[in-house]
């Protein structure tokens, strides 16, 4: 059981709860076995069983309880207004782009400018915050004062004592995973010694955004950071926001020489890349196998040349999106060079045009690419019969689609293995097209079941946002053939009837994501059986301008569905309050409650299809 929207479900108004490392470890001496799940909810022993996803530990929002027929009570929380998550898990693993939004830990999480944004969006660990000789003075100070773990006791339900010192570290570890890098300095790391030893273990930091400010402060903290833990990181996010210029080399002098260990380099929108940092890295993280470049808009000259072909030979996920300075020549150099590839962006480069799938289509990596994304400008016909030989592909985003015919739809049915697929704003797909890609072959035509190796059967996530040739016959199609779909975009896909929204409703059982913005033809009916009867596992529904949907509808939806996320009409989300009985709605649309609907939602795959989040 759990609520996502509503606020305050009690007979007495609850004050804001947050609920720090400290209130936590509260919790374990309390002897409370509790559980915290993905989406806020803190329920009691009696149904921590029910839950399979990854707690979150500090969240502040409006707590609501329920009693119970017995003394155990069930806490239901909102989506948080500040949800604190590792910042390095911004999607499935980190790195896939979605349709609106750069994939970049830097781009999704910015930054802070001022101390009045401080509490604007979700927090993110610094090395200044680990490091600083002013925190480790408190620390030092508070733990001299209170240097045992037996000062954090209780008795339990048959009157022995329970110490938080009985666990073992191995499981205090795993508790910590739960919490937010900020929350174990600023809280865990002062409760004790061995809470602050535990705090700096080394499995804890793996993964890692470095947040460099204004000299000199970064000078000490980044440096001496690296240097204690730079040997276990695996994952490192580098973040330039300093206001005063500073050297290559004061750069450079940041970091040690070498960090084998790390796999994965997230360095989108870097102020200033140079030859001599490009070099440096490639000295200093020789091992990396995923690269983040997006969004580099101040490049030396020669820069991708050195980096197309000296650079980073094991490559196997990059991501280039919107690095504008590329030419053709370069990413034809690119594509002459022998890498493991598998998951390659090049969205928001709108130069490349038909050169874009020609050039990988005769590159050494064709055969090993799952994932591909494209920008559709100028991408026509021939661009798309040349993808035809990347046999491979899982997953292909393609943003804009405006120069592309029905030939190209063809020639993307016979990619088999496609169960990803974005093809945007495709004005020239028509109505006869759309039939014949997601008719099965007749040649094999049976059961879904018997014919998911074939496409369109494989599909499971799909955006066909601003596609107006599909109507009620193509989404009937869609949902006798995909039944496996769990993400699905129609937005603005103006010929869809109340008809095709009752085939989803009733067809998609594994639905999860669903955008309808813009579909003015229909009118909500088709929820009434939900959840009770379809789609149980919706969790996000897109209806704004969707004027035939009334509120009072997706009102009463949610009321039904606690857990779904809904947008109406005018673009709010849809909030309620409910106490003694009577349910009262609010709406919100503000960057705090955006970003803890994006937070709770993207560990969801297939978010990257939702029009409005992506």
Request: glycine share 4%; charged share 20%.
């Given at each position: 059981?759990?609520?996502?929207?509503?606020?305050?479900?009690?007979?007495?108004?609850?004050?804001?709860?947050?609920?720090?490392?400290?209130?936590?470890?509260?919790?374990?001496?309390?002897?409370?076995?509790?559980?915290?799940?993905?989406?806020?909810?803190?329920?009691?022993?009696?149904?921590?069983?029910?839950?399979?996803?990854?707690?979150?530990?500090?969240?502040?929002?409006?707590?609501?309880?329920?009693?119970?027929?017995?003394?155990?009570?069930?806490?239901?929380?909102?989506?948080?207004?500040?949800?604190?998550?590792?910042?390095?898990?911004?999607?499935?693993?980190?790195?896939?782009?979605?349709?609106?939004?750069?994939?970049?830990?830097?781009?999704?999480?910015?930054?802070?400018?001022?101390?009045?944004?401080?509490?604007?969006?979700?927090?993110?660990?610094?090395?200044?915050?680990?490091?600083?000789?002013?925190?480790?003075?408190?620390?030092?100070?508070?733990?001299?004062?209170?240097?045992?773990?037996?000062?954090?006791?209780?008795?339990?339900?048959?009157?022995?004592?329970?110490?938080?010192?009985?666990?073992?570290?191995?499981?205090?570890?795993?508790?910590?995973?739960?919490?937010?890098?900020?929350?174990?300095?600023?809280?865990?790391?002062?409760?004790?010694?061995?809470?602050?030893?535990?705090?700096?273990?080394?499995?804890?930091?793996?993964?890692?955004?470095?947040?460099?400010?204004?000299?000199?402060?970064?000078?000490?903290?980044?440096?001496?950071?690296?240097?204690?833990?730079?040997?276990?990181?695996?994952?490192?996010?580098?973040?330039?926001?300093?206001?005063?210029?500073?050297?290559?080399?004061?750069?450079?002098?940041?970091?040690?020489?070498?960090?084998?260990?790390?796999?994965?380099?997230?360095?989108?929108?870097?102020?200033?890349?140079?030859?001599?940092?490009?070099?440096?890295?490639?000295?200093?993280?020789?091992?990396?196998?995923?690269?983040?470049?997006?969004?580099?808009?101040?490049?030396?000259?020669?820069?991708?040349?050195?980096?197309?072909?000296?650079?980073?030979?094991?490559?196997?996920?990059?991501?280039?999106?919107?690095?504008?300075?590329?030419?053709?020549?370069?990413?034809?150099?690119?594509?002459?060079?022998?890498?493991?590839?598998?998951?390659?962006?090049?969205?928001?480069?709108?130069?490349?045009?038909?050169?874009?799938?020609?050039?990988?289509?005769?590159?050494?990596?064709?055969?090993?690419?799952?994932?591909?994304?494209?920008?559709?400008?100028?991408?026509?016909?021939?661009?798309?019969?040349?993808?035809?030989?990347?046999?491979?592909?899982?997953?292909?985003?393609?943003?804009?689609?405006?120069?592309?015919?029905?030939?190209?739809?063809?020639?993307?049915?016979?990619?088999?293995?496609?169960?990803?697929?974005?093809?945007?704003?495709?004005?020239?797909?028509?109505?006869?097209?759309?039939?014949?890609?997601?008719?099965?072959?007749?040649?094999?035509?049976?059961?879904?079941?018997?014919?998911?190796?074939?496409?369109?059967?494989?599909?499971?996530?799909?955006?066909?946002?601003?596609?107006?040739?599909?109507?009620?016959?193509?989404?009937?199609?869609?949902?006798?053939?995909?039944?496996?779909?769990?993400?699905?975009?129609?937005?603005?896909?103006?010929?869809?009837?109340?008809?095709?929204?009752?085939?989803?409703?009733?067809?998609?059982?594994?639905?999860?994501?669903?955008?309808?913005?813009?579909?003015?033809?229909?009118?909500?009916?088709?929820?009434?059986?939900?959840?009770?009867?379809?789609?149980?596992?919706?969790?996000?529904?897109?209806?704004?301008?969707?004027?035939?949907?009334?509120?009072?509808?997706?009102?009463?939806?949610?009321?039904?569905?606690?857990?779904?996320?809904?947008?109406?009409?005018?673009?709010?989300?849809?909030?309620?309050?409910?106490?003694?009985?009577?349910?009262?709605?609010?709406?919100?649309?503000?960057?705090?409650?955006?970003?803890?609907?994006?937070?709770?939602?993207?560990?969801?795959?297939?978010?990257?299809?939702?029009?409005k989040l992506s």
């Amino acid at each position: 059981m759990s609520a996502v929207n509503g606020e305050d479900i009690s007979e007495k108004e609850q004050p804001t709860a947050s609920r720090s490392a400290t209130e936590c470890s509260q919790l374990l001496d309390n002897h409370e076995e509790s559980t915290f799940c993905s989406n806020g909810s803190l329920l009691s022993s009696d149904h921590s069983a029910t839950l399979a996803s990854t707690p979150t530990i500090t969240i502040k929002t409006n707590s609501q309880v329920h009693p119970t027929s017995s003394s155990t009570q069930v806490i239901l929380v909102t989506v948080p207004d500040v949800v604190i998550k590792d910042p390095c898990h911004p999607s499935n693993d980190g790195m896939y782009p979605n349709c609106g939004m750069g994939c970049s830990i830097n781009g999704r999480y910015p930054l802070r400018t001022s101390e009045s944004a401080a509490h604007s969006g979700p927090s993110i660990a610094h090395p200044e915050d680990i490091t600083s000789p002013v925190v480790d003075s408190i620390q030092q100070s508070f733990i001299s004062q209170h240097s045992s773990d037996d000062d954090y006791e209780n008795e339990n339900e048959n009157g022995g004592i329970v110490l938080l010192s009985n666990l073992p570290d191995l499981v205090l570890l795993k508790i910590i995973e739960y919490i937010h890098p900020i929350e174990r300095v600023h809280h865990l790391s002062v409760l004790s010694r061995r809470w602050n030893k535990l705090v700096k273990s080394n499995k804890l930091w793996s993964e890692v955004r470095i947040f460099i400010a204004d000299p000199p402060y970064y000078k000490y903290s980044v440096a001496e950071f690296l240097r204690q833990k730079g040997s276990c990181i695996q994952k490192l996010c580098i973040n330039i926001a300093c206001s005063k210029i500073f050297t290559e080399r004061q750069f450079i002098d940041l970091f040690p020489s070498c960090m084998p260990t790390v796999k994965c380099l997230d360095i989108g929108f870097f102020p200033n890349f140079t030859i001599d940092i490009l070099r440096f890295f490639m000295r200093c993280f020789p091992n990396v196998e995923y690269l983040n470049l997006e969004g580099m808009r101040k490049v030396d000259p020669n820069l991708y040349d050195v980096l197309f072909t000296d650079a980073f030979k094991n490559l196997r996920h990059l991501i280039l999106s919107h690095c504008e300075a590329i030419s053709i020549k370069q990413f034809e150099l690119f594509c002459r060079t022998k890498r493991p590839l598998e998951v390659l962006s090049i969205d928001g480069i709108v130069s490349l045009r038909n050169c874009a799938a020609t050039f990988i289509a005769s590159s050494p990596f064709v055969a090993s690419l799952t994932r591909l994304y494209l920008d559709g400008e100028d991408l026509g016909d021939f661009g798309f019969r040349a993808l035809t030989s990347c046999c491979n592909l899982e997953l292909l985003s393609v943003s804009f689609c405006e120069s592309a015919t029905d030939l190209s739809l063809g020639y993307i049915k016979t990619l088999s293995k496609i169960e990803h697929l974005h093809l945007r704003k495709g004005k020239e797909f028509t109505f006869e097209g759309f039939r014949n890609f997601f008719a099965l072959n007749p040649s094999t035509k049976t059961h879904w079941k018997d014919n998911n190796c074939e496409f369109p059967s494989r599909l499971k996530f799909l955006n066909l946002g601003e596609c107006t040739a599909v109507n009620d016959v193509i989404v009937d199609l869609i949902t006798k053939n995909c039944p496996q779909i769990r993400s699905l975009c129609l937005v603005w896909c103006w010929s869809i009837t109340e008809i095709g929204l009752q085939k989803i409703v009733q067809r998609l059982d594994d639905l999860q994501l669903l955008d309808i913005a813009g579909l003015d033809c229909v009118d909500g009916s088709a929820f009434i059986d939900v959840p009770d009867l379809y789609l149980s596992n919706l969790r996000y529904l897109g209806a704004e301008q969707c004027p035939r949907i009334e509120d009072s509808m997706l009102q009463i939806l949610n009321l039904r569905k606690k857990d779904l996320i809904i947008t109406n009409y005018h673009d709010y989300f849809i909030t309620f309050t409910i106490r003694n009985g009577d349910a009262t709605f609010n709406e919100r649309i503000d960057h705090q409650y955006m970003s803890a609907v994006t937070e709770e939602l993207c560990q969801i795959e297939g978010f990257c299809c939702m029009s409005k989040l992506s």
